[in-house]
C-alpha cells in the first residue's frame, strides 16, 4: 500500500510570490491534515479536510489555504510568501470519520519550503 | 485548550541504557495520547497510542508508554535503546471532534552515546 505522498520535496521561493504544495493520501483515507514545522514554533496545525470540507483550521493567517478534491487529494495554497513561512510542511491522511479518533493518522516525507 | 508539555529539550543516552522521555498533557476530557518518532529530514511515525483500556500501551520498536490521569503524564520508554533510535520524539494529543488534528509537543531530541 503506497504511503502519503507529497509533492515536492524541496521548494525555494522569493517573498511575496504564492506556492501550492501537493498532498496525495494513502489509498482510501478521505482524512488529510496540514501540519507547519519550524525549529522555533514546532509542529503547528494548520487545517484538516474530510470529504472535500474543511472541518478544522489552525491559528493561521487567511494567507493560508488549502483544499481537497473528490479523490481526497489535497493542495495547501500560501499567498504573499513571507521569511516566516519557511518550513517543513507536512501533511497526514486517516480513515477518520467525524469522531472516529480511533484511527491512527500517517504522515508524508513533507515539503521542505524556503522563502528568500 | 489542548496542551502538550515535553519538558526535555535534549537527553543523552549510552547504547543498551534504558530510556524515559517525559510528556505531561493538558485536557479538558479523555486524551487520545500518541508518541510519534521523526528522523532527521524524515515525515513522522506513529510509535504507539492510547486511546482507552490498559494504561500500558506497547508499541512498536520495543517502545511502551504508560498513561497516568492523576499525573496527567504519559511518558515513552525503552529498556534498551540502540543506536538506531537516535531522533526527534514527539508526544501528541488527540481531537475527539478529527482523527487528524493533533496538537504535538515541543520535541525531545534524542542523541546515543556509543
Known amino acids: 500500500k503506497a504511503g502519503v505522498t507529497q509533492t515536492p520535496r524541496y521548494l525555494i521561493k522569493t517573498r511575496g510570490q504564492q506556492v501550492t504544495l501537493s498532498c496525495s493520501p494513502i489509498s482510501g483515507h478521505r482524512s488529510v491534515s496540514w501540519y507547519q514545522q519550524t525549529p522555533g514554533q514546532g509542529l503547528q496545525f494548520l487545517f484538516e479536510?474530510?470529504?472535500?470540507?474543511?472541518?478544522n483550521k489552525g491559528n493561521f493567517p487567511g494567507r493560508f489555504s488549502g483544499r481537497q478534491f473528490s479523490n481526497s487529494r489535497s493542495e495547501m495554497n500560501v499567498s504573499t510568501l513571507e521569511l516566516g513561512d519557511s518550513a517543513l510542511y507536512l501533511c497526514?491522511?486517516?480513515?477518520?470519520?467525524?469522531?472516529?479518533?480511533?484511527?491512527?493518522?500517517?504522515f508524508g516525507q513533507g515539503t521542505r519550503l524556503t522563502v528568500v | 485548550a489542548q496542551s502538550v508539555t515535553q519538558p526535555d529539550i535534549h537527553i543523552t543516552v549510552s547504547e543498551g541504557a534504558s530510556l524515559e522521555l517525559r510528556c505531561n498533557y493538558s485536557?479538558?476530557?479523555?486524551?487520545?495520547l500518541f508518541w510519534y518518532v521523526q528522523s532527521p529530514g524524515q515525515g513522522l511515525q506513529l510509535l504507539l497510542k492510547?486511546?482507552?483500556?490498559?494504561?500500558l500501551v506497547q508499541g512498536i520498536k520495543g517502545f511502551e508508554a504508560e498513561f497516568k490521569r492523576s499525573q496527567s503524564s504519559f511518558n515513552l520508554r525503552k529498556p534498551s535503546v540502540h543506536w538506531s533510535d537516535a531522533a526527534e520524539y514527539f508526544c501528541?494529543?488527540?481531537?475527539?471532534?478529527?482523527?487528524?488534528?493533533?496538537?504535538f509537543g515541543s520535541g525531545t531530541r534524542l542523541s546515543i552515546r556509543p
Open positions: 485536557y479538558g476530557a479523555t486524551p487520545y
Open positions: 501528541a494529543v488527540g481531537s475527539y471532534s478529527s482523527a487528524s488534528k493533533i496538537i
Open positions: 492510547y486511546f482507552s483500556g490498559d494504561t
Open positions: 479536510y474530510f470529504s472535500e470540507t474543511q472541518r
Open positions: 497526514a491522511s486517516s480513515a477518520g470519520a467525524q469522531g472516529q479518533v480511533d484511527t491512527e493518522a500517517f
